[in-house]
């Protein structure tokens, strides 16, 4: 919280300290509306129908009998649903063609849509779309994800896919202490609270979709190029969202209803069950990833090899990049990294929370504590000695580097140096107990965003940004941040989000939301306030100033920009079942300026408990005779639940970005980062077993004891 002194007296600055969601009330009270909610007159309902088989055509689509069934109105499937085009490059590149439904008989995995039934009621839709009979021709399938697939190949994303420097066959056989391992992390899902949901309709030769995504604009750019639209013809709306994770972009539901309400000519909505989503909305993939570390006899770093391997599907390309953290994290004289993938008959994966964090620093942070282990240090002295002054591929500057400082508070807080390194000694009845650590990171970054803050004849302040709160507080955040900026009382700030009319601004991903907004934010409302200080007469309509950061963001410096963690984690295991315990956990981060306490630490530990459920729980299986889940709902694939989570602290470092004008950074996935692997190496400290295989399932623990 910041004070200064205006004319009007001493300001008391509402960023920093801790606020309840300005929309809190009508969440807890049911007046907040999500998409699957809000009603619509004569709405129709679509129910989508998935193929039953991994690979192959399809022969016929049996409609007429369902189109007699009482309240069917229509049955869309590749032979009578409205065309659209995927050839361009969106916001985030090359569309899924997943989203593009109905287009041709092909079926490129189990789960892929084949049909929408759309009827006057949901329980008539469902109803109809199981009775629905579709004849295929069924093909051979591959989803075996192994080690060495041959058709495996890098594959350039956010950084390219393969990054060298120095000998690495020298460095190794010159280090005095090497590790070699692998490590293998599952498929993993989203599975927010909320399904995702649209509903679509026609108003005045205007488009207007309600929906749960996590960026309007980005969806409705999406929506306006796949049916050949003019952009200012598509409003899509996404006032309150239970959750994204990186899922709630453009799939297929919304594709579906747009194209149902187009030949209806009357609202749609389609809500995916809990069952789709496991086909539809995306998923983390499974990674096998290699590490060779080679060392000096001080410890410090001779060679490091990171190389991950992961899937996509035959329709789409992405990867998941899980070789990247070692690019920021840790140099060497010869510093190797790759990122491949094979394409299978499987649904497309997607970015999921930290995606190419999570799953490679679960292998990165092991394999650096199997080397602190082999080099006689303490984990957290070997990173320090390996701690990098810049980029150690990009050779950039850091923006900020607390990463020291985070590892300094947790283990003083932690109580880390009454810890005996030698594993399998602490017991508490029957239990084992063990402690570990692993370092955190994840990108920051800004994206050109828009906003207008309108200073209205009441004396409040309404400020409209195209932002997406999918339950991280943006909304709030943002109040806070218009408010110093206007130097006003949160309670006379009015922000509206979740609206593409509002104007262009970056989706809720990336961790990149709030910081790109709310630089646009302070940006309009700093020279708002400078034209109220000049005596600007407020008239009935207010003032109205508008902001465009592109210029400001396209102006920043190459630095590496990052966000930074410590995580800590005690764990008990019991050898005569298996069973993991995690007890305490902490997180000390350094992420930037906290706008708002309060929701941050909620971010943070949201963070880390998904890596406690990432590290034991966690694991989609795929049944390779059919191509699809064993289990695809929430009985058969483990979260962490109440019972697993124990006492779980989170807190910061002080650690403004000096480039941004708020001082943020992000904060929203650095919480996972580094989470399983301070799991894995607790599990290691109390055992003596090393589990490179997640999730950690006490007929692993078993299986490991009976052959240590």
Known sequence: ??????????????????????????????????????????????????????????????????????????????????????????????????AAVFQHDRVPHMGWPVALVVADT???????????????????????????????????????????????GAELAASAVVVDAEYTTPEEHHNPMEPHAAAARWDGGRLEVVDSNQGTMWVASELAKLFSLDPASVRVRSEHVGGGFGSKGVRAHQVAAVMAATVLRRPVRVVMTRRQ???????????????????????RLRALEHRCLSLTSTVHEFIEAGAGPARTMYDADA???????VRLDV???????????????????????????????????????????????????????NLLACFREGARRFGWADRDPRP?????????????????????????STAAVTAEADGTYTVRVNAADIGTGARTALTLVAADALQAAPERVRVRIGDSDLGAAFIAGGSMGTRSWSWAVTAAAGELRERL???????PEGITVRSDTTEAVGALARKERHSFGAQFAEVAVDPATGEVRVRRMLGIFAAGRIINPLTARGQFIGGMTWGISMALHEEAVRDHATGGHYGADLAGYHVAAHADVPAVEADWVDDPDPDDPVGIKGIGEIGIVGAAAAVANAVWHATGVRHRDLPIRPDRVLAAGRHA
């Open 335 to 341: 510093h190797h990294t790759a990122n491949r993938v």
């Open 277 to 299: 989503m496991f086909s539809l909305a995306g998923y983390r993939s499974p990674t096998r990833q290699r590490l060779r570390l080679g060392a000096d006899a001080e410890g």
């Open 533 to 539: 200080a000049l005596g600007a007469a407020v008239p």
């Open 424 to 448: 399998g000694l602490r017991r508490d009845g029957r239990w084992l107990l063990g402690t570990g650590t692993a370092a955190a990171s994840f990108p920051v970054g800004a994206a050109p």
């Open 122 to 168: 949901s329980e008539q839709a469902r109803e109809a779309a199981e009775a629905l009979v579709v004849h295929y021709e069924q093909e051979p399938h591959d989803v075996d994800f192994a080690a060495e697939h041959p058709d495996a190949y890098p594959l350039d994303s956010h950084g390219p896919a393969v990054a060298e420097k120095g000998d690495l």
């Open 1 to 98: 919280m910041t004070t200064s002194t205006t004319r009007a007296g001493t300001f008391k600055g509402a960023v920093g300290s801790a606020h309840t969601r300005v929309e809190g009330r009508d969440k807890v009270t049911g007046a907040a509306r999500y998409a699957g909610e809000i009603p619509f007159a004569e709405l129709a309902h679509g129910w989508l129908v998935l193929s039953t088989v991994a690979r192959g055509r399809i022969r016929s689509v049996e409609d007429a009998p369902v189109l007699a069934m009482p309240g069917v109105v229509a049955v869309l499937h590749h032979g009578n649903a409205p065309r659209v085009d995927t050839d361009y490059v969106g916001l985030l590149g090359l569309p899924d063609r997943t």
């Open 347 to 401: 649904p497309t994966p997607t970015w999921m929370r930290a995606p190419g964090e999570a799953p490679g620093s679960f292998a990165l942070e092991s394999a650096l504590d199997e080397l602190a282990e082999k080099c006689g240090l303490d984990p957290i002295e070997l990173r320090a000695r390996n701690e990098p002054d810049r980029g150690p591929i990009s050779q950039l500057p850091f923006s900020g580097r």
